[in-house]
C-alpha cells in the first residue's frame, strides 16, 4: 500500500486480556519503529527493527511487551495481561533507511483502551 | 526527565500572520532535529527537518531556525493558513541512534 497501516484502529481490552497491534509498514522499507503515545503526551519510543533484525528494545516498558518482525516486513507488537497504564495511542512508523532530509512515515495509530 | 521541551501547550495566529512554534532539547549529543504535524486521529506527518552543521532550513512557507549554543530551535511558518491548525512535534535524534526523542507538542490554531 501507500502508506504504513495499522490494525485495528482501535481496541477496548478489559485488564490482564492479551492483545495484538499489527502494522503494515510501506512495502521495501528496511526500519520499522513502534512508539506509544499517552494523552497529552508526544510520541515516546518503543523498540526499532532493521529488516527483521531488533536492534533496540529499550523503550518497552517492561517484559509484558513483546514485538516482533519475523519476515522483515509485517510487525506485531504484543502486550500481555494489560494494565490500565498501557492504554495510549500505538504509533508505527517505517524508513527506508535515512538518507537526505526526511522523517519517517507514521501510521494512523491504534488506540488501545483498558478497562 | 524531558529531554526535548516545547513548553507552549498552545498557540493561536491569525490568519496571514506569522506563526513561531518554539522547542527546547538538553541532551547535546542531539544532531538532527524534525517536526512533525498531526491532525486529529491521523499519525504525525514529517514537515521539516535540520542537521546540526546548519542554522535554517526552509521549505516554501516553512522555516526552521537551530541555535545550538542556546539548544533551541523554532518553526517559523509564513504566511499562516486555516490547513495549518494541527499539533506540532519537535523531535530529535543524535548519529547512529535512529530513534526520535519527541516534546509534548504544540496545538496551532488559525484563526480566520
Known amino acids: 500500500g501507500a502508506g504504513v497501516s495499522q490494525s485495528p484502529r482501535y481496541k477496548v481490552a478489559k485488564r490482564g486480556q492479551d492483545v495484538a497491534l499489527r502494522c503494515d509498514p510501506i512495502?521495501?522499507?528496511?526500519?520499522l519503529f513502534w512508539y506509544q503515545q499517552a494523552l497529552g503526551q508526544g510520541p515516546e519510543f518503543l523498540t526499532y527493527?532493521?529488516?527483521?533484525?531488533?536492534?533496540?528494545k529499550s523503550g518497552l516498558p517492561s517484559d509484558r511487551f513483546f514485538a516482533e518482525r519475523p519476515e522483515g516486513s509485517v510487525s506485531t507488537l504484543k502486550i500481555q495481561r494489560t494494565q490500565q497504564e498501557d492504554s495510549a495511542v500505538y504509533l508505527c512508523?517505517?524508513?527506508?533507511?535515512?538518507?537526505?532530509?526526511?522523517?519517517?512515515?507514521f501510521g494512523s495509530g491504534t488506540r488501545l483502551t483498558v478497562v | 526527565d524531558q529531554q526535548v521541551k516545547q513548553n507552549s501547550p498552545s498557540l493561536s495566529v491569525q490568519e496571514g500572520r506569522i506563526s513561531i512554534l518554539n522547542c527546547d532539547y538538553t541532551?547535546?549529543?542531539?544532531?538532527?532535529f524534525l517536526w512533525y504535524k498531526k491532525y486529529p486521529a491521523e499519525g504525525p506527518t514529517f514537515l521539516i527537518s535540520?542537521?546540526?552543521?546548519?542554522d535554517k532550513n526552509e521549505d516554501g512557507r516553512f522555516t526552521v531556525f537551530l541555535n545550538k549554543s542556546a539548544k533551541h530551535l523554532s518553526l517559523h511558518i509564513v504566511p499562516s493558513q486555516p490547513g495549518d491548525s494541527a499539533v506540532y512535534f519537535c523531535?530529535?535524534?543524535?548519529?547512529?541512534?535512529?530513534?526520535?526523542?519527541f516534546g509534548t507538542g504544540t496545538r496551532l490554531t488559525i484563526i480566520p
Open positions: 512495502s521495501g522499507h528496511v526500519s
Open positions: 535540520i542537521s546540526s552543521i546548519k
Open positions: 527493527f532493521q529488516n527483521e533484525a531488533q536492534l533496540d
Open positions: 541532551n547535546s549529543m542531539f544532531d538532527y
Open positions: 512508523a517505517s524508513s527506508p533507511n535515512r538518507d537526505g532530509d526526511y522523517g519517517y512515515t
Open positions: 523531535a530529535a535524534e543524535h548519529f547512529g541512534n535512529e530513534k526520535l526523542t
